[in-house]
């Protein structure tokens, strides 16, 4: 991978902000895009997002990453958000869950809704909203917990597309985020 740069610099939101580049395996690298702390950007990639986004009811994210992102677009809009968790928590009932693979997991996770929030979807028009898409993995998963729970995907958002994602009709985003190929 000695040929490729060590970071990737773009503009998100009107701000420019360098992605260290990381290597899946030694054919091809990605950018690694971690909003955490970088309340800036945070705060205008919601606002931007919010503009794409179609009208809705709800939203929801999967743990990690997209949690700054998810609560921002909610205090902006005044709308609930839920978190689809990687873990069971013991206030947890009546769970919802569902396998993922993640490309930037090195293994099978499962996502779990608590079924009250589950409750709180049913009918309702929910809006799935992520950091980056890229296999589309960690979207399918959420899409089937909203689904079992009986609510109303009515768009599907990111900050950013990687790769083959970003030719997707079902999805916002903001900007496109390219794979690195080694050669």
């Known amino acids: ?18 992605l260290p580049l990381c290597p899946l395996n030694e054919h091809l690298s990605i950018g690694a ?29 999967a743990e990690a990453k997209g949690i700054p992102l998810c609560y921002e677009m909610a205090r902006q809009s005044g709308k609930p958000y839920f978190i689809a968790r990687k873990y069971p928590k013991l206030y947890m009932k009546d769970l919802v869950k569902v396998d993922v693979k993640s490309i930037t997991t090195d293994k099978v996770q499962t996502l779990y809704l608590d079924g009250t929030e589950g409750a709180k979807m049913h009918g309702k028009r929910v809006l799935i909203i992520d950091d980056v898409i890229s ?10 917990l909203v689904s079992a729970a009986g609510g109303i995907i009515c768009g599907r958002g990111a900050v950013l597309a990687e790769g083959d994602a970003a030719d997707r009709t079902d999805i916002f985003f903001l900007e496109k985020l390219p794979l690195f190929f080694a050669d």
């Open 33 to 61: 895009f971690v909003m955490f702390g970088d309340v800036e950007l945070t705060v205008a990639t919601a606002t931007e997002l919010l503009k794409k986004a179609p009208e809705f009811d709800m939203l929801i994210t």
């Open 135 to 144: 296999t589309g993995e960690s979207l399918r998963a959420v899409e089937e």
């Open 1 to 18: 991978m000695s040929n490729l740069p060590e970071k990737y610099t773009m503009t998100i939101a009107g701000m420019e902000r360098d």
